[in-house]
């Protein structure tokens, strides 16, 4: 009996949590670093199009839909611009590009990566509020739905909230002041595009930096144990 009590207690003892899970890229962004690598290995230069999108999206065996998601991903990380009429143009290096390189060899401190992320990210999520047209808030608000494809997905949600605000320049910004981020538009990116489809630019900006759903229900739970 006291051996099969100490043998409880052990197993009690042991470790309850194992190695966090790795999380696999989602379809739209390993396209993306295909669609990077293709550019790369063509050696094409910026100002060139990429094929038509029906075309494109032949050539890799999927969807329209994938593809312009990974479209919205490069625009976001500066590789293409996606015009309206022309396709997926390649971009030259901007001031953004060089920001990056900047804060990869000479980070600064948190706070004040928080303070410049926080002003850029309130900025997209306002133009997002102040431009984005029906369709676009169509698509977002069907994003938003359970069981969606982009339902779970922040990155997705995210970069819908981008393509909405048409500035690549501050999308790259963002990009480029991602380290060390809690996600893609702040905590909640959900809460961000809720405050898109209000059409209200000062909600869309707070919601970049209001705590995430996950911590607000958290912080409301209440105690338990207690005598």
Same mark, same amino acid.
């Given at each position: 009996?006291?051996?099969?009590?100490?043998?409880?207690? $052990?197993?009690?003892?042991? &470790?309850?949590?194992? !190695? +966090? $899970?790795?999380? $696999? &890229?989602?379809?739209?962004?390993?396209?993306?670093?295909?669609?990077?690598?293709?550019?790369?290995?063509?050696?094409?230069? &910026?100002?060139?199009?990429? &094929?038509?999108?029906?075309?494109?999206?032949? /050539?890799?065996?999927?969807?329209?839909?994938?593809?312009? /998601?990974?479209?919205?991903?490069?625009?976001?990380?500066?590789?293409?611009?996606?015009?309206?009429?022309?396709?997926? @143009?390649?971009?030259?290096?901007?001031?953004?590009?060089? *920001?990056?390189?900047?804060?990869? %060899?000479?980070?600064?401190?948190?706070?004040?990566?928080?303070?410049?992320?926080?002003?850029?990210?309130?900025?997209?999520?306002?133009?997002?509020?102040?431009?984005?047209? #029906?369709? /676009?808030?169509?698509?977002?608000?069907?994003?938003?739905? #359970?069981?969606? +494809?982009?339902?779970?997905?922040?990155?997705?949600?995210?970069?819908?909230?981008?393509?909405?605000?048409? %500035? #690549?320049?501050? +999308?790259? *910004?963002?990009?480029?002041?991602?380290?060390?981020?809690?996600? !893609?538009?702040? !905590?909640? #990116?959900?809460? @961000?595009? $809720?405050?898109?489809?209000?059409?209200?630019?000062?909600?869309?900006?707070? =919601?970049?930096? +209001?705590?995430? =759903?996950?911590?607000?229900? =958290?912080?409301?739970?209440?105690?338990?144990?207690?005598?």
């Amino acid at each position: 009996m006291g051996e099969g009590a100490g043998s409880r207690g $052990r197993a009690r003892s042991a &470790p309850s949590t194992g !190695p +966090a $899970r790795l999380r $696999r &890229p989602r379809l739209y962004e390993q396209l993306a670093d295909h669609i990077t690598a293709f550019i790369e290995a063509q050696g094409l230069s &910026p100002g060139e199009r990429l &094929p038509p999108e029906r075309l494109l999206a032949e /050539q890799l065996g999927v969807s329209r839909a994938t593809l312009a /998601q990974a479209l919205v991903a490069l625009e976001v990380r500066g590789v293409v611009d996606v015009r309206h009429g022309e396709g997926a @143009v390649l971009r030259e290096a901007t001031a953004a590009s060089e *920001l990056e390189a900047a804060l990869a %060899s000479h980070g600064p401190d948190a706070e004040d990566l928080a303070d410049a992320r926080g002003a850029v990210l309130g900025a997209l999520a306002a133009l997002a509020a102040e431009r984005a047209d #029906p369709e /676009q808030r169509r698509v977002l608000a069907a994003a938003l739905e #359970p069981g969606s +494809a982009a339902a779970g997905a922040p990155e997705a949600v995210a970069a819908l909230v981008v393509e909405a605000a048409g %500035s #690549p320049t501050l +999308a790259r *910004l963002a990009r480029a002041l991602e380290q060390g981020a809690r996600g !893609p538009l702040g !905590p909640d #990116p959900v809460e @961000v595009a $809720r405050g898109v489809l209000t059409g209200d630019p000062e909600v869309a900006r707070r =919601a970049t930096t +209001a705590p995430s =759903a996950a911590a607000r229900e =958290a912080g409301a739970a209440p105690a338990h144990g207690h005598a």
